[in-house]
């Protein structure tokens, strides 16, 4: 027996590897603890603890030194053994899994080695699953740094992290960070999706009935981040006004402002102020328009189905955002209420033409047209065209009434602002689309650095 013990201890030649001995052999132990809620045994050496954190010297030498078992149940056994694991051979054990552990129970013994440790392991490690819990790990212990790493992190990887499980767990402050980063980043969609998912998690840890009441208190001054102006409008009238989180006079304004875009929305929120929606440039490529014989399909381009397409190839000299397209109408101010759906390709010039397709969206436009009977369809969220490139742009009108105007006289080319867009030749015999809506596509604070309205002047 005894020469097996010398064998063993033979092979320990570092004196990490010598105290990694004696915590698994359990040799001359003189402290337990009793971890988790079932109260696992471990056993460990006075010595080695004090030596290592200030807070287990108090524990044990102080005037109210522990006598009996130490109880822990604050978390499991697995990443408390990984804890002294470290403390005995100064070797971290982390893990994805443990690593928000690790930093709680080296801040609460301080340990500062572990806690540099547990930090740049959790910056280097973060994902989408595991941000929300890094966060909340962040914030309880008023980690800025790692906060901050973490918010943009979860910035580029928002549908993502809405999605992750993790969220349900966000206190109010948290989750409340979280909207704020990512509201102007992901689908609008997307965040009511979270934050009804979010708040019943809430009622539920508050011991209250998940009412819709409950649910929009719990929400609290985070709930007018969402950018319900910028929804898509069938799922704000089948998804949003059934689940009751909105009264009547907030369902009225935000609809208001879906067939109206420049009525006031407050205090709700969408990605641009009244001022800059006023701002976006109208970049139109016809001289004119004129009212067309639509009662022959084959001139106007109604096919069979009902549908119509029309089309357009546009290049840019610089970048820009492209936020949706102009819509000829009836002639006289109404309310469009019309299906489309889009198609962006972009057109490469490399051992011959070739297309990728760069968005593909439906759109119902629900929009009131000016005296002209020109209305706007919006993207959901605007894209960027690149400066140089050729885009061929196809809008197809699914359902609504015929229009009563078309464009006539094409530009092939149109100045706006420090822009210049360049007209190819169509290919529909439909004049459906009058132009084009864009802005500046330079970013700023997560929105879009719009354009001052300029004169357009047309060759």
């Not at 990984?82 to 100064?90: H, S």
């Not at 011991?207 to 319900?228: C, E, H, W, Y």
Request: aromatic share 10%.
């Amino acid at each position: 027996m005894a020469s097996c013990y010398l064998s063993k201890w033979k092979t320990c030649n570092t004196l990490a590897q010598c105290n990694m001995h004696m915590l698994t052999s359990a040799e001359s132990c003189d402290v337990v603890f009793r971890v988790g809620k079932e109260e696992k045994v471990v056993t460990a050496h006075r010595y080695v603890l004090i030596s290592r954190s200030c807070v287990f010297n108090a524990m044990f030498c102080g005037p109210l030194a522990e006598k009996d078992d130490i109880s822990i149940p604050d978390v499991g056994s697995e990443d408390f053994e990984a804890f002294l694991r470290y403390l005995y051979t100064d070797i971290p054990d982390l893990t994805p899994e443990n690593a928000t552990t690790m930093l709680y129970l080296a801040k609460k013994y301080a340990v500062g080695g572990l806690e540099r440790l547990s930090l740049d392991f959790l910056e280097s490690s973060l994902t989408p699953d595991s941000a929300c819990d890094v966060l909340e790990q962040a914030h309880g212990f008023d980690e800025t740094d790692l906060h901050a790493t973490t918010l943009v992190m979860m910035a580029k990887n928002g549908e993502a992290v809405l999605e992750s499980p993790g969220l349900d767990d966000l206190c109010q402050c948290c989750f409340h960070s979280v909207v704020s980063a990512l509201c102007r980043l992901v689908k609008p969609e997307s965040m009511f999706n979270a934050a009804v998912r979010w708040s019943g998690a809430e009622c539920v840890r508050q011991g209250l009935d998940v009412t819709p009441q409950n649910q929009r208190k719990a929400i609290g001054s985070g709930f007018f981040n969402i950018l319900f102006p910028d929804m898509d409008p069938l799922f704000f009238v089948k998804t949003v006004v059934p689940s009751k989180l909105l009264t009547n006079e907030e369902h009225v304004k935000i609809l208001s402002y879906f067939l109206c875009p420049v009525e006031d929305v407050s205090p709700f929120s969408s990605r641009h102020t009244r001022e800059d929606r006023a701002l976006l440039e109208r970049v139109t490529y016809f001289e004119t328009f004129v009212v067309p014989v639509c009662c022959d399909q084959k001139k106007f381009g109604e096919s069979p189905k009902g549908e119509i397409t029309d089309d357009m190839f546009v290049r840019c000299s610089q970048k820009v955002m492209f936020h949706g397209f102009n819509i000829f109408g009836s002639g006289r101010q109404h309310i469009f209420c019309h299906n489309y759906h889009i198609k962006v390709y972009k057109n490469v010039s490399c051992h011959g033409n070739y297309r990728r397709l760069t968005l593909e969206t439906d759109i119902l436009a629900s929009s009131l047209s000016d005296a002209n009977g020109i209305a706007s369809a919006n993207l959901g969220r605007p894209v960027f065209l690149d400066g140089g490139e050729t885009y061929h742009i196809l809008v197809t009108l699914k359902s609504g009434d015929l229009p009563l105007h078309t464009g006539e006289g094409q530009r092939l080319s149109v100045e706006a602002g420090q822009v210049k867009f360049y007209f190819g030749k169509r290919t529909s015999p439909a004049r459906l689309i009058s132009g084009i809506i864009i802005s500046d596509g330079s970013p700023k604070d997560g929105g879009l650095k719009l354009t001052r309205n300029v004169r357009l002047k047309g060759k």
